[in-house]
């Protein structure tokens, strides 16, 4: 697992890297231009799942008047002679004359002729079984298309499936939905440097990013399972090559940690040469994080999956995950290009010459504001494990506090919002 060197440029006779917002454009598009197929799945199997169309109510809502409170259908003046009742579920019958009434459940459906709701427990009965009181003056109950009318669209294509989608797709009639399904990932760790257990000592250090890169994937929506993760896979070309071509046979993204420069045991590019892969960005000039990558393969079949090299140093290869991995999996799977919340900064923060930083920061969201972190070096994670995102310091900048500057969050389980 090589690890970043953080005054490396770009190889001779190589193209010089992306900008950080030109490359998190680039593999956005090449990720919707390879846009996962559509299907359409009942509504329990599509949580977690992305809205291939918009979602659009199949009638009124509500479809007929509903009574909004427990209590007395009332037509005309009172007092009201009881007709029946009404509830949930039931046809509900004319209220044909004045002075009538029906008993009405909370949900139930309005007949027609009503005048009135009047609350249950504002009612009264008379001595001869008649009901009086007096209804207050606003409707107690719900009107057809007081929610949405019949084929208007509630939710854009593109939305993340979560329960509340799923709740509103049932109640506008529908059983199942146009979806495309979670891409499948998986994790090539490199490096015979890695030790899988015990604390790090005699020259060998612990893997990180083997136990943690799932768990970030996962938080972009993605499928990954437990064979899905492979390594160390041992520094040798013919290793890289097998490894590799074993994971996209199943994966629609494959990431790899280390070996993203050109080091004498660093052979994902002479791997990804191997395998006709093409590169959409090569280097991205952020830091950390530099030595980021991510290369398209296209099958005979028209079939196209990626692999995005992440850096060895761990908060590198989380920068990596946030810069290349979130826009290309949004592409993947329809979703809006992310947009990154402003926030204001508390402190602070260096620039990096003619590279864009990434700054570890804590994210008040209350107060706007964002604090920077200690701890941050490429190779550490203890500034990580509490910060909320990157402060975007762009290049040739630096950021004083109280500068209004865009933040990269750290992505949240599927479904959950902040």
Same mark, same amino acid.
């Given at each position: @697992?090589?690890?970043? &060197?953080?005054?490396?440029?770009?190889?001779?006779?190589?193209?010089?890297?992306?900008?950080?917002?030109?490359?998190?454009?680039?593999?956005?598009?090449?990720?919707?231009?390879?846009?996962?197929?559509?299907?359409?799945?009942?509504?329990?199997? $599509?949580?977690?799942?992305?809205?291939?169309?918009?979602?659009?109510?199949? &009638?009124?809502?509500?479809?007929? *008047?509903?009574?909004?409170? +427990?209590?007395?259908?009332?037509?005309?003046?009172?007092?009201?002679?009881?007709?029946?009742?009404?509830?949930?579920? %039931?046809?509900?019958?004319?209220?044909?004359?004045?002075?009538?009434?029906?008993?009405?459940?909370?949900?139930?459906?309005? =007949?027609?002729?009503?005048?009135?709701?009047?609350?249950?427990?504002?009612?009264?009965?008379?001595?001869?079984?008649?009901?009086?009181?007096?209804?207050?003056? %606003? =409707?107690?109950?719900?009107?057809?298309?007081?929610?949405?009318?019949?084929?208007?669209?509630?939710?854009?294509?593109?939305?993340?499936?979560?329960?509340?989608?799923?709740?509103?797709?049932?109640?506008?009639?529908?059983?199942?939905?146009?979806?495309?399904?979670? =891409?499948?990932?998986?994790?090539?760790?490199?490096? +015979?440097?890695?030790?899988?257990?015990?604390?790090?000592?005699?020259?060998?250090?612990?893997?990180?990013?083997?136990?943690?890169?799932?768990?970030?994937?996962?938080?972009?929506?993605?499928?990954?399972?437990?064979?899905?993760?492979?390594? *160390?896979?041992?520094? $040798?070309?013919?290793?890289?090559?097998?490894?590799?071509?074993?994971?996209?046979?199943?994966?629609?993204?494959?990431?790899?940690?280390?070996?993203? @420069?050109?080091?004498?045991?660093?052979?994902?590019?002479?791997?990804?040469?191997?395998?006709?892969? +093409?590169?959409?960005?090569?280097?991205?000039?952020?830091?950390?994080?530099?030595?980021?990558?991510?290369?398209?393969?296209?099958?005979?079949?028209?079939?196209?999956?990626?692999?995005?090299?992440?850096?060895?140093?761990? %908060?590198?290869?989380?920068?990596?995950?946030?810069?290349?991995?979130?826009?290309?999996?949004?592409?993947?799977? /329809?979703?809006?290009?992310?947009?990154?919340? %402003?926030?204001?900064?508390?402190?602070?923060?260096?620039?990096?010459?003619?590279?864009?930083?990434?700054?570890?920061?804590?994210?008040?969201?209350?107060?706007?504001?964002?604090?920077?972190?200690?701890?941050?070096?490429?190779?550490?994670?203890?500034?990580?494990?509490?910060?909320?995102?990157?402060?975007?310091?762009?290049?040739?900048?630096? /950021?004083?506090?109280?500068?209004?500057?865009?933040?990269v969050p750290l992505p949240l389980m599927p479904g959950e919002r902040s």
């Amino acid at each position: @697992m090589s690890t970043e &060197t953080e005054t490396t440029g770009a190889e001779v006779g190589t193209p010089p890297p992306a900008g950080w917002e030109e490359a998190r454009s680039r593999v956005y598009a090449v990720g919707l231009s390879a846009a996962l197929p559509a299907v359409v799945r009942p509504l329990a199997d $599509t949580d977690g799942h992305t809205l291939a169309e918009p979602l659009t109510t199949r &009638t009124d809502l509500p479809a007929f *008047p509903t009574s909004s409170v +427990d209590g007395w259908a009332v037509r005309g003046a009172g007092p009201w002679r009881v007709a029946g009742r009404v509830l949930a579920g %039931q046809t509900a019958s004319p209220l044909g004359e004045d002075g009538s009434t029906v008993e009405i459940a909370t949900g139930a459906m309005v =007949p027609a002729g009503t005048t009135a709701i009047l609350r249950i427990e504002e009612s009264t009965r008379t001595a001869d079984g008649l009901v009086a009181g007096t209804p207050r003056s %606003q =409707p107690e109950w719900r009107e057809p298309g007081e929610e949405a009318h019949l084929g208007e669209e509630l939710v854009p294509a593109g939305t993340p499936v979560d329960p509340a989608v799923i709740g509103l797709a049932a109640s506008c009639g529908h059983d199942t939905l146009r979806v495309r399904r979670p =891409p499948r990932a998986a994790l090539l760790v490199f490096g +015979d440097e890695l030790l899988t257990s015990g604390p790090p000592g005699a020259g060998r250090v612990r893997d990180a990013l083997g136990p943690s890169v799932p768990g970030w994937l996962r938080r972009y929506g993605c499928q990954v399972r437990g064979g899905d993760v492979v390594g *160390p896979v041992a520094d $040798t070309l013919p290793a890289h090559v097998a490894a590799l071509r074993g994971a996209l046979a199943n994966a629609d993204l494959v990431c790899t940690t280390g070996g993203t @420069m050109h080091g004498p045991v660093d052979h994902l590019h002479p791997t990804l040469e191997a395998l006709g892969a +093409d590169y959409v960005v090569n280097t991205v000039a952020v830091r950390p994080g530099f030595p980021m990558l991510l290369a398209r393969l296209v099958d005979g079949d028209g079939r196209v999956r990626f692999v995005a090299g992440l850096p060895g140093n761990p %908060q590198s290869a989380v920068v990596a995950l946030v810069s290349l991995v979130a826009p290309l999996l949004a592409g993947l799977t /329809g979703r809006p290009m992310p947009v990154l919340p %402003q926030v204001t900064l508390a402190e602070p923060v260096s620039g990096r010459g003619d590279h864009t930083h990434l700054a570890l920061a804590r994210w008040d969201r209350v107060a706007g504001t964002a604090h920077p972190v200690r701890h941050v070096g490429s190779a550490m994670l203890r500034g990580l494990a509490g910060a909320d995102g990157f402060a975007v310091i762009r290049p040739g900048t630096s /950021g004083a506090a109280g500068d209004r500057v865009p933040l990269v969050p750290l992505p949240l389980m599927p479904g959950e919002r902040s």
